[in-house]
Each structure stands twice: as structure tokens, then as C-alpha cells.
T-cell receptor
Framework: AQSVTQLGSHVSVSEGALVLLRCNYS??????LFWYVQYPNQGLQLLLK??????LVKGINGFEAEFKKSETSFHLTKPSAHMSDAAEYFC???????????FGTGTRLLVSP | GAVVSQHPSRVICKSGTSVKIECRSL??????MFWYRQFPKQSLMLMAT?????????EQGVEKDKFLINHASLTLSTLTVTSAHPEDSSFYIC?????????????FGPGTRLTVT
């Protein structure tokens, strides 16, 4: 069975600092991996996805993530945090295209001035 | 492109009544739609997967007779919470995908907050 572990329910950074949100996955087959962002009382917006192409994936709003098979990780980074990045971030895994997503527990990113 | 809407965005109903939530793909045909439930400050839990014209596939522990899902067209799926109780209060989110888009992506609706009093 697939699973996703997001380390840290809350991450606090200062504006302009590096953002690092951690995600480790477990999958019996080559995974598809996703990062989503959720603002309060809203649905999810896709930040980026890994679908077995390049291991370094660039997404929207300056975010990127690197798929590391040996570490079973797919950490999300952004070089410089903005206040508008404050939100809940979810990592998710699926066992192939169009299959159901299994979500991590989420990480709330707090950005201080 | 790839916009998914949900209606209503918020609904309050009395215990014992039923409520219907609609999920529409506005600019593409959704061959598959998913329904998720999210409790406050928690992650999304998949409730069911529905393919157009077929019966929904429910996840373990989800009551089929309580959460009725219909996916009658390629742009509309509905979730009906029957005989709602306060413990059904939650944030319900749908998503839609289409194999022909080739993007291996689910597009999410904005969610519906259900409060049962």
C-alpha cells in the first residue's frame, strides 16, 4: 500500500528565507508524486508533479521538488519565501496516472515578516 | 482551463435531512471524479471514485447507502449525504480527471462545507 509521510505539521520561516517542506513516500511500484497547496476554506491547487520524467521538477510560484528514489523522498523547496506562501501544503502519491491519490497529513507553512 | 466547480460552497442542514453536493467540470470532460472528505486541520481522505456511467467505488469504511454518488454525465457528479448527522459535518472536496488530457492530474473543486445541526 502507498503512504506519504510529511515531517513537521508546522514550518515557520522568515520572509526571504529558504522554504523546505519534507515528504517521504512508500510505494510498491514507481510512484507519481504531487505537491498541492491549500488556502483556508479552499480546494487544492497543484504546485508540481513528478511522473517519471526529470527528477528535478519545477512548479508554479517558484517552487521546485526533487525526486530521490534512493531516499524515497520528494521534498519541496523555494529559495525565498513570500508572505503569500503561507498556506497548508500536501504531498500526495499515486500508483500511476489517473489512480487515486494518497495524501500526507499536511504541513502548515507560516511566514513571518 | 481545467476548472472544477462545486455547489453549494456552504450548506447547513438539520439532522436527519439529506443534502446534495454538485461537482462540475466546466471546460473539460471528466471521465473520473473523486470525492474527498477533510476534517478540520487534517488531510484529505478519499471517499469514493466514480467513472462516468458506472457505479462508484467506495473506500473501505465509507457507507455506500449514506454517501450516494452519481456520475451520470461527463461533466457532473453528485454526492448526496442521506440522513445527515452532526458527525457528517465536514469539508467535502471533489476532483476530476480525464485520461485524454494525458497530464496524470486531478483538478480540484473549491470544496463544500457541510454543517449538520
Amino acid at each position: 500500500a502507498q503512504s506519504v509521510t510529511q515531517l513537521g505539521s508546522h514550518v515557520s520561516v522568515s520572509e526571504g528565507a529558504l522554504v523546505l517542506l519534507r515528504c517521504n513516500y512508500s510505494s510498491s511500484v514507481p510512484p507519481y508524486l504531487f505537491w498541492y497547496v491549500q488556502y483556508p476554506n479552499q480546494g487544492l491547487q497543484l504546485l508540481l508533479k513528478y511522473t517519471s520524467a526529470a527528477t528535478l521538477v519545477k512548479g508554479i510560484n517558484g517552487f521546485e521538488a526533487e525526486f530521490k528514489k534512493s531516499e524515497t523522498s520528494f521534498h519541496l523547496t523555494k529559495p525565498s519565501a513570500h508572505m503569500s506562501d503561507a498556506a497548508e501544503y500536501f504531498c500526495a502519491v499515486s500508483e500511476g496516472g489517473f489512480q487515486k491519490l494518497v495524501f500526507g497529513t499536511g504541513t502548515r507553512l507560516l511566514v513571518s515578516p | 482551463g481545467a476548472v472544477v466547480s462545486q455547489h453549494p460552497s456552504r450548506v447547513i442542514c438539520k439532522s436527519g435531512t439529506s443534502v446534495k453536493i454538485e461537482c462540475r467540470s466546466l471546460d473539460f470532460q471528466a471521465t473520473t471524479m473523486f470525492w474527498y472528505r477533510q476534517f478540520p486541520k487534517q488531510s484529505l481522505m478519499l471517499m469514493a471514485t466514480s467513472n462516468e456511467g458506472s457505479k462508484a467505488t467506495y473506500e473501505q469504511g465509507v457507507e455506500k447507502d449514506k454517501f450516494l454518488i452519481n456520475h451520470a454525465s461527463l461533466t457532473l457528479s453528485t454526492l448526496t449525504v442521506t440522513s445527515a448527522h452532526p458527525e457528517d459535518s465536514s469539508f467535502y472536496i471533489c476532483s476530476a480527471s480525464n485520461r485524454d488530457r494525458g497530464a496524470y492530474e486531478q483538478y480540484f473543486g473549491p470544496g463544500t462545507r457541510l454543517t449538520v445541526t
